[in-house]
């Protein structure tokens, strides 16, 4: 078999330098252009199976040269990577716009290069987000807690990660606490990322550039992730105030790209979780069997009554369900007149020290009690989901 062709289009030497070596170390055959006009006529003639682009180049940077570069290709679609030495959303946003696949920020380690560099040829470059666009119309779950502190992000994202590796269904997972995310906490990520400020904001937003968007875990989940700040928070507000189709059109798109789409929402109820609650296929409302939840709980189902959804869109779910609280199952299903639809165990050291760790548990210790109990909510989900017909839109 050939070897892998890598066009490495960068105007500084030592990083090509670097870059050559590293890869010919891999076993890659390396071609090198030293500015993006040369860039985008080796892209043309010498059919690379991916490219590594540099931003800040001479003639023509590297947004206008992968710009040319899509603008010429006729089905075949390379794999591009940026190199940006900018470490701002906004301008990582810029390349993957301009039809880069893929960002890493100068200075990286070569091996998180390389990891990035067989990701891209594994998916095979930017073709699968299309093909995946046809196929599918994924169910969109949202997760509400009851009151704060039960569960209901460490249930959203365990419930993700049993969901890829156990069965091995695509699944996306949005941060809605657009205040006070906690994803990137909980699975040790940065702050340098995009989030759904970008992906709201994005006036031609399609599936390929949401993808892009999406920040990948190594447990094989993808994340869309709440924004960095409170303040950028606002901005979401308001643009899905100005323009809910906007908010929408970010939600459908994700229900193209994933068998799954997950939200961990915030408490309030607002317009943007009124939307949230409309467009779901499902709402989890989660709880705790204590006295104040349960207030709670009636509450929420009072207003899901109000809004006129069916009984079975809001489904509940006991979390810590074995934990004495003086108040048992069948307490609960009482007090509420309805049925508890899941029940998660409650095992607090292993959920703690997931959390403090910052590798959720589902990943660590899928084995443990706390582990397989989700999973089994998770096959219950899927059992329950899979023979509804997908709501019409
Ligand atoms: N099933 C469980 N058993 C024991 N502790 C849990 C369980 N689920 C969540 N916790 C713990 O409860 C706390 C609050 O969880 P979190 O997911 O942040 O709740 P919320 O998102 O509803 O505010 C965390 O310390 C978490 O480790
Ligand atoms: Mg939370």
Do not use: W
Not at 271 to 285: G, K, S, T
Not at 318 to 345: C, H, K, M, P
Request: charge should be negative; include cysteine; aromatic fraction near 6%.
């Amino acid at each position: 078999m050939a070897a892998t062709k890598v066009l490495v289009v960068d105007d500084d030497l030592n990083i090509q330098r670097v870059l050559v070596f590293t890869l010919k170390q891999e076993g890659f055959e390396v071609l090198v252009a030293s500015d993006g006009a040369s860039g985008v006529e080796m892209a043309k003639n010498a059919e690379p199976d991916l490219i590594l682009m540099d931003v800040a180049m001479p003639k023509l940077d590297g947004y206008a040269a992968t710009q040319q570069i899509r603008m010429a290709e006729q089905g075949r679609r390379v794999p591009i990577i940026m190199l940006t030495s900018e470490a701002d959303v906004g301008e990582r946003v810029k390349g993957l716009r301009a039809g880069a696949d893929d960002d890493i920020v100068k200075p990286f380690h070569p091996l998180e290069l390389m990891a990035r560099i067989k990701a891209l040829l594994a998916r095979g470059g930017g073709e699968d987000a299309a093909a995946q666009e046809q196929s599918t119309l994924g169910r969109l779950c949202v997760f509400y807690g009851a009151k704060g502190g039960v569960g209901t992000t460490t249930i959203a994202i365990n419930t993700a990660i049993a969901l890829t590796r156990d069965l091995k269904r695509r699944t996306g997972l949005i941060d809605a606490n657009l205040q006070f995310g906690d994803m990137r906490v909980f699975l040790d990520l940065g702050l340098d990322t995009a989030s759904i400020v970008n992906a709201i904001g994005e006036p031609d937003l399609d599936s390929d550039l949401l993808h892009k968007l999406m920040v990948r875990h190594h447990t094989g989940i993808e994340l869309l992730l709440a924004p960095p700040s409170p303040e950028a928070a606002d901005i979401v507000v308001e643009r899905q105030r100005m323009h809910p189709e906007a908010f929408s059109n970010v939600l459908n798109l994700s229900r193209r790209l994933y068998d799954y789409t997950l939200v961990d929402m915030a408490k309030s109820i607002d317009d943007f979780n009124l939307q949230l609650f409309d467009e779901a296929d499902v709402i989890f409302v989660v709880m705790t069997a204590d006295l104040s939840c349960l207030k709670n709980v009636r509450l929420v189902l009072e207003t899901m009554a109000s809004l006129g959804y069916e009984r079975s869109k809001v489904q509940l779910v006991l979390n810590r369900s074995n934990a004495y609280t003086g108040i048992n199952v069948n307490n609960a299903e009482s007090a509420l007149g309805r049925q508890i639809d899941y029940q998660i165990i409650n095992e607090y050291r292993g959920a703690i020290s997931a959390l403090n760790s910052g590798e959720p548990f589902m990943s660590s210790r899928p084995d443990s009690p706390l582990g397989r109990s989700v999973i089994e909510f998770a096959r219950a989900l899927d059992t329950e989901l899979a023979a509804e017909p997908a709501a019409a839109r």
